[in-house]
């Protein structure tokens, strides 16, 4: 509308200007020319009121057109009608987890070598480890020298071992059998022969062990069943003259385990071990070998030992706290009849979470040192022993340290009562002072160790064991063959999985010992061996040993030297 009216207006202005324009021309002349003198004055006599008379109203108003169009009716019809239709579901393939390839593993290995001193070494394995109901494995070991220590008299040794083992596992216990066989043949050689000139089978002495152990157990996949394990054992150490000690072993224990305090699992148990040793020895045999023996009779020896430890135990357990507490109760029977009661309360938490624990407490034990263990920690034994049970109580402290994944640190102080320990002294009935025998003493031992581990997978690794002890004995002077000081440390270094070197460093201090009534101390002993294995297959290999390369000849028991130097190569095969 606004647009409009202004149109109207100028067409209104138009209008009168057009008008004043008109009036330059004469009206009474029509041809007369047109005035060029416009300097005329113009008298307006009344006000300019200008009528417009074609002046029209704009009635119609603007039409508005809505933007929605209406919908139209729409109209349809439903037509019922079955169409046959076919579901066809695609198959979806199982998916597949990749994983690691399951190394090969070889069923037997082969190890033989040869060394200095015409010193043959031959070990064989063949087991079945990867099959989750039957488990088995034979093992064979052949070690021995042929070459005498110079201005010793024949030293020879021999060792042969065969062990079978056997385990079948079903769903919630198994049963195990171990049978094993060791012969051994060791020289007396600890004394001077220039002068008796003896024939090396008057002082060589010959072992039979022959053992047999089974197991029958739960295997603990049930936190709340009722677990329990029996193990019979037997055992029997014959030699030379006529010395054989039988043992028997047998093991029954039962646990159960339950909830307290916040639903922390404890456990409570009971175990009774019984062993049974018997002894026998003649003395007539020694009629061939007068200089071990004395001329006048001794009364040959024939005991019994057997001992019962009934040891009822509790694990408790409260959040990180743990303490596993035990009672043992120890009748001995036999040529001593003795009752001791040896408690156990060790405590075990984290004082760093995952970082460092403490372990620590009482702890007490008891057990009679078989024949056997005797002639294999000292080839020297004299076959004539009597030999006694002996307890200890430890009292002690350990850290051990986690800081680094590839780190571990062990360190441990304590202090033990004992009685009756066992030392090493020389036997008198030997004429030649050339065989061991026992004494027994009650001692006191403090010690100190420690065991550190460095680990690289793959490329280097490091361990490190070293023990301080000092002993307090009550009856002999000092502890025989006891050193202060102990370590060992051992070094491997891998070269791309095909070159494996290992250093073997070892020190233990000075011993003293009692030889002729008479103290006697023997040198610092320092054993540096070196390993060397190349890996020229997954199934060949070749090594290389060299051991005592500090060329000592260094004295583990008195008159007793070693070889100053050993080295050995062989190869291993798998199969």
Do not use: C
């Not at 439903?78 to 199982?94: C, F, H």
């Not at 202060?484 to 003293?512: C, N």
Request: aromatic share 16%; hydrophobic share 40%.
């Amino acid at each position: 509308m606004k647009t409009i009216n202004n149109i109207i207006l100028f067409v209104f202005l138009s209008l009168i200007s057009f008008g004043l324009m008109s009036q330059t021309t004469n009206p009474d002349t029509n041809n007369a020319k047109p005035r060029t003198n416009l300097n005329e004055s113009v008298i307006i006599t009344t006000q300019f009121d200008p009528v417009v008379n074609e002046a029209m109203k704009l009635s119609e108003n603007p039409s508005i057109f809505d933007t929605t169009p209406a919908v139209p009716e729409f109209q349809y019809e439903i037509i019922n009608k079955v169409y046959p239709t076919k579901l066809a579901v695609a198959e979806i393939k199982p998916a597949k987890v990749k994983g690691e390839p399951i190394a090969k593993l070889f069923n037997g290995n082969v190890k033989a070598g040869i060394g200095t001193y015409l010193t043959p070494f031959v070990e064989g394995l063949y087991s079945e480890t990867r099959n989750k109901t039957f488990l088995y494995s034979i093992y064979a070991r052949h070690y021995s020298s042929h070459w005498s220590i110079k201005d010793y008299p024949k030293n020879h040794f021999a060792n042969n071992d065969i062990n079978l083992y056997g385990k079948k596992i079903w769903d919630k216990f198994y049963i195990d059998a171990k049978a094993y066989y060791n012969n051994s043949i060791n020289y007396y050689y600890g004394f001077n022969n220039q002068n008796l000139k003896l024939k090396a089978e008057k002082y060589r002495t010959l072992w039979h062990n022959v053992g047999f152990k089974t197991t029958y157990a739960s295997l603990y996949r049930n936190d709340d069943a009722f677990h329990h394990k029996l193990s019979i054992g037997v055992e029997d150490l014959f030699g030379k003259w006529t010395t054989n000690e039988l043992n028997f072993n047998a093991l029954l224990e039962a646990s159960k385990r339950f909830e307290l305090f916040n639903k922390d699992k404890q456990t409570i148990g009971l175990q009774l071990d019984y062993r049974h040793f018997v002894f026998r020895f003649d003395t007539n045999t020694f009629v061939n070998a007068p200089y071990f023996m004395p001329s006048y009779p001794i009364v040959n020896p024939s005991y019994n030992t057997a001992m019962l430890i009934i040891r009822p135990y509790f694990d408790f357990k409260i959040s990180k706290f743990q303490l596993h507490t035990a009672l043992s109760f120890v009748p001995t029977f036999g040529s001593e009849t003795n009752f001791s009661i040896l408690p156990t309360a060790i405590v075990y938490f984290p004082i760093i979470n995952k970082k460092l624990y403490f372990e620590g407490g009482i702890e007490g034990g008891t057990e009679r040192v078989s024949l056997n263990t005797l002639r294999m920690e000292n080839p020297y034994i004299s076959p004539y022993l009597d030999i006694k049970p002996t307890s200890n109580l430890k009292l002690y402290a350990s850290l051990n340290s986690t800081f680094l994944e590839s780190l571990g640190i062990n360190l441990q102080a304590g202090l033990q009562n004992f009685q009756n320990h066992h030392f090493y002294t020389f036997d008198t009935l030997a004429q030649l002072n050339n065989m061991f025998n026992i004494v027994y003493d009650d001692a006191v031992r403090f010690y100190a160790k420690t065991h550190i581990e460095y680990n690289i997978v793959k490329v280097f690794s490091l361990a490190l064991d070293a023990e301080y002890q000092t002993y307090k004995t009550e009856k002999i002077d000092f502890a025989y063959y006891k050193p202060a000081f102990i370590t060992s440390l051992t070094l491997q270094y891998i070269v791309a999985d095909k070159f494996i070197i290992d250093f073997i460093p070892t020190f233990k201090a000075g011993q003293k010992a009692i030889y002729k009534l008479e103290e006697k101390k023997l040198k610092p002993i320092i054993d540096i061996n070196l390993n060397a294995e190349y890996n020229y297959s997954e199934q060949l290999s070749f090594f290389l040993r060299l051991n005592n390369l500090a060329f000592q000849r260094y004295q583990e028991y008195y008159n007793y030297p070693s070889q100053r130097f050993m080295g050995m190569i062989g190869a291993s095969f798998s199969f």
